[in-house]
């Protein structure tokens, strides 16, 4: 069992970036992939990346080139790097991890102003 606690959201204008982390405490160490997703107002929540153990990243078409995300598996954390910021990224960003067993924290809003 894990808990993961996300900081970094914010407000940033278009164009701008971002950094999300995530720290995950509890069993860190049966974590086999980390990612984040986003919910947009009135919108499903949606993958935006995901990271497997051995550091194999996978992204959303819509954040491909623009977003990064890394994972430190001694610490237990993953980060997201948002980059070129569009307003279309406005959304509460959700960190994930799954060891099995699905863990979601509680969501960090990143709002982009046009």
């Known amino acids: 069992q894990v808990q993961l606690v996300e900081s970094g959201g914010g407000l940033v204008q278009a164009g701008g970036s971002l950094r999300l982390s995530c720290a995950a405490s509890?069993?860190?160490?049966?974590?086999?992939?980390m990612g984040w997703y986003r919910q947009a107002p009135g919108k499903q929540r949606e993958l935006v990346a995901t990271?497997?153990?051995?550091?194999?990243?996978n992204y959303a078409d819509s954040v491909k080139g623009r977003f990064t995300i890394s994972r430190d598996n001694a610490r237990g954390t993953v980060y997201l790097q948002m980059n070129t910021l569009k307003a279309e990224d406005t959304a509460v960003y959700y960190c994930?991890?799954?060891?099995?067993?699905?863990?979601w924290g509680q969501g960090t809003q990143v709002t982009v102003s046009s």
């Open positions: 990271i497997t153990r051995g550091g194999s990243a």
């Open positions: 994930h991890a799954r060891l099995p067993g699905v863990y």
């Open positions: 509890g069993s860190i160490f049966s974590i086999n992939v």
